[in-house]
């Protein structure tokens, strides 16, 4: 008796398993609990046994009928939790649409410049060293031929943190910090931040430059001229001229201004760095003979070499990290 149990209800869980939509499930229940089901079926076999064996059939097949009922009762419960879950998604989420697409970040043309600028130097020897954005007064003025009094300071004299330190306007009191703690020969290349009260489609209060210099014995105006034309062309092409021009500056003896050419065809020219050889002053500040040591430095505005780079005329461009035009880069 108990071994047909097993078969009658090891046939009907396993085809309670194999459900898999409540159609299929209220199917089976016919099938098993109708007026012509299988249960029906074997309760009318009941009148075929003898009477002592009728009682046990007849508990066998009720304990059997409960087992199956509970069963698919726990089924069709799971059965309708998925349904109700698939409502959900096919209300919610478009299965037919394509996927997200992942999109790729870009470096900023004012960092792909930067890195541009480093590697060029970096091949003509040039170490890359870093210093702080908050500078003192000492090195950001003093130290480099431009005391309190003296009129260059005017259009420098900004951002203030308090009465010694401020955001250093120029990349420059990078050359005192490594004269001061290294020794020559040194060629230097210093890329960051610096800060000025500008704001106009040419300039920012806040914008790049990179910083370089070169100390050691017998540098001459030539290697600074050299230096300069070989990075120019190497960053904007080798097409473009290059021009130099006297001018003054505090922390440079001589000074000159360098010009690059664009819209070419028009003679058309554009003031692009300031340059010279180190004041023997300078030199003497931090701790070098300029009898046994000299040196050029000059320094570039990253934004105005990214501008003529990429044909930009507004270079607050850069900062307002509008994708429609990072994007082009």
């Given at each position: 008796?108990?071994e047909?149990?097993?078969?009658?209800?090891?046939?009907?869980?396993?085809?309670i398993?194999?459900?898999?939509?409540?159609?299929?499930?209220?199917?089976?229940?016919?099938?098993?609990?109708?007026?012509?089901?299988m249960i029906?079926s074997?309760?009318?076999?009941?009148?075929k046994l003898?009477?002592?064996?009728?009682?046990?059939?007849g508990?066998?097949?009720?304990?059997?009928k409960r087992?199956?009922?509970?069963?698919?009762?726990?089924k069709i419960k799971?059965l309708?939790e998925?349904?109700?879950?698939?409502?959900?998604?096919?209300?919610?989420?478009d299965?037919?649409?394509?996927?997200?697409?992942?999109?790729f970040?870009?470096?900023?043309?004012i960092?792909?410049?930067?890195?541009e600028c480093?590697?060029?130097?970096?091949?003509?020897?040039?170490?890359?060293?870093?210093?702080p954005?908050?500078?003192t007064?000492?090195?950001?003025?003093?130290?480099?031929?431009t005391?309190?009094w003296?009129?260059?300071?005017?259009?420098?004299?900004?951002?203030?943190?308090?009465?010694?330190?401020?955001l250093?306007?120029?990349?420059?009191?990078?050359?005192?910090?490594?004269?001061e703690?290294?020794?020559?020969?040194?060629r230097?290349?210093?890329p960051?931040?610096?800060y000025?009260?500008?704001?106009?489609?040419?300039?920012?209060p806040?914008?790049f430059?990179?910083?370089?210099?070169?100390?050691?014995?017998?540098?001459?105006i030539?290697?600074l001229?050299?230096?300069?034309?070989?990075?120019?062309?190497?960053i904007?092409?080798?097409?473009?001229?290059?021009r130099?021009?006297?001018?003054?500056f505090?922390?440079?003896?001589?000074?000159?201004?360098?010009?690059v050419?664009?819209?070419e065809?028009?003679?058309r020219?554009?003031?692009l760095?300031?340059a010279?050889?180190i004041?023997?002053?300078i030199?003497?500040?931090?701790?070098l003979?300029p009898n046994?040591?000299?040196?050029?430095?000059?320094?570039?505005?990253?934004e105005r070499?990214?501008?003529?780079?990429?044909g930009i005329?507004?270079?607050r461009?850069f900062?307002?990290?509008?994708?429609?035009?990072?994007?082009?880069?």
């Amino acid at each position: 008796m108990e071994e047909i149990r097993e078969l009658f209800l090891g046939t009907i869980k396993e085809k309670i398993e194999k459900l898999k939509t409540l159609e299929e499930a209220e199917k089976l229940r016919v099938n098993v609990f109708g007026r012509n089901g299988m249960i029906k079926s074997k309760f009318k076999e009941i009148k075929k046994l003898s009477p002592e064996k009728r009682a046990e059939f007849g508990k066998v097949l009720n304990n059997t009928k409960r087992e199956i009922e509970l069963l698919l009762s726990e089924k069709i419960k799971r059965l309708k939790e998925m349904e109700k879950q698939n409502e959900i998604i096919e209300k919610t989420v478009d299965l037919t649409l394509p996927g997200a697409r992942r999109s790729f970040g870009r470096l900023h043309p004012i960092t792909q410049v930067i890195q541009e600028c480093v590697d060029v130097f970096s091949k003509m020897g040039f170490e890359v060293v870093e210093a702080p954005e908050i500078e003192t007064s000492y090195y950001n003025f003093k130290a480099l031929n431009t005391p309190e009094w003296h009129p260059a300071r005017d259009l420098h004299d900004t951002f203030y943190v308090d009465d010694e330190r401020l955001l250093r306007t120029h990349t420059s009191p990078v050359q005192i910090r490594t004269m001061e703690s290294r020794k020559p020969p040194l060629r230097i290349v210093s890329p960051g931040r610096v800060y000025r009260k500008d704001y106009d489609s040419s300039h920012l209060p806040a914008f790049f430059q990179i910083e370089v210099f070169a100390v050691d014995r017998d540098i001459s105006i030539a290697d600074l001229k050299a230096t300069l034309e070989n990075a120019i062309k190497s960053i904007l092409g080798k097409d473009k001229r290059v021009r130099f021009r006297p001018h003054y500056f505090p922390f440079t003896e001589p000074s000159i201004e360098v010009d690059v050419s664009f819209l070419e065809g028009k003679n058309r020219w554009l003031e692009l760095l300031g340059a010279g050889m180190i004041h023997p002053q300078i030199l003497r500040n931090a701790g070098l003979d300029p009898n046994e040591w000299q040196g050029f430095a000059f320094g570039m505005g990253i934004e105005r070499i990214a501008m003529l780079k990429y044909g930009i005329d507004d270079i607050r461009e850069f900062p307002r990290n509008y994708l429609g035009f990072l994007k082009n880069f």
